[in-house]
């Protein structure tokens, strides 16, 4: 498996504003993604992000509302933008060790007031 | 679209006793299905996974059966525990370039002492 931190682990934010957050490896993967989760609900995923070029979002997601950056392959942020209450929710990466297995991150857990 | 479904919502057992649960598949590029287990406030982490050239995979208590033809796969989980109360997900992964994973929206299991 991989190590994989995440900064912050929860915040409160004021609606209007943006949060960055991060996602750490313990060494170099192909592929990380960007997972929202609602409150008691499953995982959706927001954006592949994509090591040199631009992600690639999913339906529903666009880059305005949520850029992410991938430096290299050790390294990703997602920017949550222009923040409402219903922006609310667990954010979580996860990265390919490999055959497609997903190992996830612990989880910025976002408040907008 | 891509969809997978997963059954039931909500599953309480006696400790001892065993617990399916079950998932159907939308896209027949899917070749890869793993299953997660989230404990309340904490990421989802890998238990099983299978591949669509394999029928079924055992991992102690735990076998995953994969029916490619009627898209259905399930988990199985025999003697159950207690600590094996948690919310599981399954999912199915298709090949894209890279790969793309559509999750299930999970089961939440109770063992009861």
């Known amino acids: 498996s991989a190590v994989i931190s995440q900064k912050p682990s929860r915040d409160i934010c004021q609606r209007g504003t943006s949060l960055t957050i991060q996602c750490q490896v313990d060494s170099q993967v192909t592929m990380m993604f960007w997972y929202r989760q609602q409150p008691g609900q499953s995982l959706t995923l927001i954006a592949t992000?994509?090591?040199?070029?631009?992600?690639?979002?999913e339906s529903g997601f666009v880059i305005d509302k949520f850029p992410i950056s991938r430096p290299n392959l050790t390294f990703s942020t997602l920017t949550v933008s222009n923040m409402s209450p219903e922006d609310s929710s667990i954010y979580l990466c996860?990265?390919?060790?490999?055959?497609?297995?997903?190992?996830f991150g612990p989880g910025t857990r976002l408040l907008v007031l | 679209g891509e969809n997978v479904e997963q059954h039931p919502s909500t599953l309480s057992v006696q400790e001892g006793d065993s617990a399916v649960i079950k998932c159907t598949y939308s896209?027949?590029?899917?070749?890869?299905f793993p299953w997660y287990k989230q404990e309340l406030g904490k990421r989802p982490q890998l238990i099983i996974d299978i591949r669509s050239n394999v029928g079924e995979k055992k991992d102690q208590r735990i076998a995953v059966t994969l029916n490619k033809t009627a898209k259905h796969f399930s988990l199985h989980i025999t003697e159950t525990q207690p600590e094996d109360s948690a919310v599981y997900f399954c999912?199915?992964?298709?090949?894209?370039?890279?790969?793309?994973?559509?999750f299930g929206a999970g089961t939440r299991l109770f063992v009861k002492a």
């Open positions: 992000a994509n090591q040199g070029s631009e992600a690639t979002y």
């Open positions: 896209d027949s590029a899917s070749n890869y």
């Open positions: 999912a199915a992964s298709r090949p894209t370039g890279g790969f793309k994973t559509i």
């Open positions: 996860s990265v390919d060790r490999g055959q497609e297995t997903q190992y």
